[in-house]
């Protein structure tokens, strides 16, 4: 729905998510089209919703590689909170432990993270990027790899009739 404003993390940012509270916009992305499609169809497992794939170049500095064990541990975390039921504890007013690593790797100024995907069916190796300092430069440059403008320029490609 935001592929109008696609380095924006605007729905992220409303919403939240296992990696950002409500009011903290983060960009989402998989590292490859079969995890995408997985992320993005979670709800639906049966039936399989529309979607637009984005291709991203990205070139930031400082990345947390969260599949480091080591580093889940010196930064008191683990692959079993990563992988908690954050948008259940987020509900009951919760903080999820997710959300706390995130602020704890922020303020080292990581740009964000590489983390395997907890949506069903999906195992170590589908990876996904969450930036939360993405730039149009370096240190922490993404860019949206659109070179025939196809993506919508306007909400109005979502307008309901």
């Not at 590489?114 to 069903?120: C, G, P, Q, T």
Request: net charge negative; charged share 20%.
């Amino acid at each position: 729905m935001w592929s109008f404003e696609p380095l924006s993390g605007k729905g992220a940012e409303k919403h939240g998510g296992r990696f950002n509270k409500p009011g903290c916009a983060a960009l989402y992305l998989s590292i490859d089209p079969i995890t995408a499609w997985m992320e993005a169809q979670q709800s639906f497992p049966f039936k399989p919703q529309p979607m637009t794939l984005v291709a991203y170049e990205v070139n930031c500095a400082k990345i947390a590689d969260l599949n480091d064990e080591q580093l889940l541990t010196n930064m008191g975390s683990s692959l079993e909170e990563l992988g908690c039921a954050w948008e259940y504890l987020a509900n009951q007013h919760i903080e999820p432990p997710t959300w706390r690593l995130v602020e704890r790797l922020r303020a080292l100024e990581v740009a964000g993270i590489l983390v395997r995907s907890f949506a069903s069916a999906c195992t170590s190796k589908n990876q996904n990027l969450i930036l939360w300092d993405g730039s149009d430069s370096e240190p922490n440059a993404v860019r949206v790899i659109d070179d025939f403008g196809r993506l919508p320029k306007t909400t109005e490609s979502w307008r309901a009739d």
